[in-house]
């Protein structure tokens, strides 16, 4: 047997053990190790790879458990005769290379000049990564959540999480969202109204496939999230941008007579933070009845609410079923999980419900039960009240280190949130100091991102304090100070 298949790697977060199993099993499927052929001995392999015997003789019992190996007597361990294999194995095609085919024409929404926030894989070996909705894990309960996972996979649970809900969601998770998230935002709606959606993103894409066409007038706030304005350019060019100031979406009148959608963050603007206040809400509702338009409203950022009594929703006040809820657990669990929820008329819900169900017929049924008892059991209060603590101290740290080093706060959030909105010099050039920054292990949202217009603003950035701790704040901003004043 090679060696080589059985280098395992200390610095990998997988157990020697699980690594072992993987390698054998590998080599196994790909014929490397072929039916009847004899591995290593214990003492062998624990010997070349300096590890304990123990760890071998585990992996070789766990692999004949599962089928892939043998026992025999006086002879170790063998591949099992029945151990599936690559059908095909190590056979290389002989077919000469033939030209490819061109692929740009054939796709019908390509993706080019699409901006996104870049966000590295990596992030965590940054020291000061001011990242925008990356979770960190020291402020999340993670035995509790554990548990409730091994809960949901309990004889008692599994025979329902294991099935295909078809065109339904888990109703012990879609009635703690009835009960509980909605009324806490002055919504009451019966779990019939509620679907459950891969996180608020998936919930913007159903409601935009289903409202939105070429000829659709589609209201987008600006900066926004960009995601959203990607999805709407893909189905529409007919976009009118609205400017956002201290209480969020400017009601230009005018313009919003021509269209037919809105979306608005009216909570906690994405990414300024700031919050309409309730006058404009209601002025908002006015003018959509007014104007016959409809409203997406995306509750962005509602549980990071830590510094003031929060608005109830724009959907609460929505007497004519014009606006349609869009919600998620991305900020306050892990975004991760991707579970989000939307919420609005009987007509849109059962259309989504359709055409989700087309897509990817229903979320994993196990991440919803898993969060139905998180909920159900206090741990996402406990989370919620923790997260809160940990926010508001180093949102506090935070503004007093901006304020020290001169970075300007244009985000004036009335609530708390995860995030600062930065204006810079005039002739800062946010892209460019992203740039600068990663190289010099600093983290941050570049601004160009967030708009949609041309003329737009470059000297804007979006900084986080979710990811990281408290102690490396100050030491950042001050980079970030210090590389702006070089540029300029």
């Not at 000049?113 to 402020?139: C, H, I, S, T």
């Not at 893909?234 to 007579?257: N, P, Q, S, Y």
């Not at 005039?426 to 992203?434: I, R």
């Amino acid at each position: 047997m090679k060696e080589i298949l059985f280098e395992l790697d200390t610095s990998l977060p997988a157990s020697l053990q699980a690594q072992l199993r993987e390698k054998v099993v590998n080599a196994i499927m790909s014929r490397a190790l072929a039916p009847g052929e004899r591995l290593p001995s214990s003492r062998a392999l624990s010997k070349h790879l300096k590890v304990a015997r123990n760890t071998v003789t585990l992996a070789y019992q766990a692999l004949a458990d599962d089928g892939y190996l043998t026992p025999k007597p006086r002879s170790g361990y063998v591949v099992n005769e029945d151990a599936p294999v690559n059908p095909l194995g190590f056979t290389q095609s002989t077919k000469p290379t033939q030209e490819k085919i061109e692929w740009a024409h054939r796709i019908r929404t390509p993706s080019r000049g699409m901006k996104v926030v870049d966000k590295p894989l990596n992030w965590r070996e940054y020291e000061y990564p001011f990242v925008y909705g990356q979770a960190d894990f020291n402020l999340f309960s993670h035995s509790e959540w554990r548990d409730c996972a091994r809960q949901a996979l309990g004889a008692r649970d599994f025979g329902a999480l294991a099935g295909d809900f078809g065109l339904n969601d888990d109703p012990m998770l879609v009635n703690y969202i009835a009960s509980h998230s909605l009324p806490q935002r002055g919504i009451y709606k019966v779990p019939e109204h509620v679907l459950v959606t891969l996180g608020a993103q998936n919930a913007l894409f159903l409601v935009a496939e289903l409202m939105i066409g070429p000829n659709t007038v589609v209201g987008l706030e600006d900066p926004c999230y960009p995601d959203f304005r990607n999805i709407i350019k893909t189905r529409t060019e007919k976009i009118e941008f609205f400017d956002v100031d201290e209480h969020g979406l400017v009601l230009d009148e005018e313009k919003l007579a021509l269209c037919d959608v809105v979306f608005v963050t009216p909570s906690h603007q994405s990414p300024t933070t700031v919050t309409m206040p309730v006058e404009r809400r209601k002025e908002l509702l006015r003018l959509a009845e007014k104007y016959d338009f409809v409203i997406i409203e995306d509750d962005y950022e509602f549980e990071m609410n830590f510094l003031g009594s929060p608005s109830p929703a724009l959907k609460s006040m929505d007497e004519k079923a014009r606006v349609v809820y869009i919600g998620s657990f991305s900020k306050s669990l892990f975004p991760g999980l991707r579970l989000g929820y939307l919420a609005g008329p009987d007509a849109l819900i059962d259309e989504a419900r359709k055409l989700r169900h087309l897509m990817f017929r229903h979320p994993p049924g196990h991440s919803q039960r898993t969060a139905a008892y998180f909920m159900a059991l206090g741990h996402y209060g406990a989370q919620m009240r923790k997260l809160k603590r940990s926010y508001s101290e180093r949102r506090n740290v935070m503004s007093a280190a901006l304020e020290k080093h001169g970075l300007v706060d244009s985000s004036a959030a009335k609530f708390g949130g995860t995030s600062f909105w930065i204006t810079g010099p005039e002739t800062m050039n946010s892209d460019h100091l992203a740039t600068v920054l990663s190289e010099k292990s600093v983290l941050i949202d570049r601004g160009s991102s967030f708009f949609g217009r041309t003329d737009a603003p470059s000297n804007c950035f979006r900084i986080a304090y979710s990811s990281i701790d408290s102690s490396r704040i100050e030491a950042g901003i001050a980079l970030i100070a210090e590389t702006i004043a070089e540029l300029s």
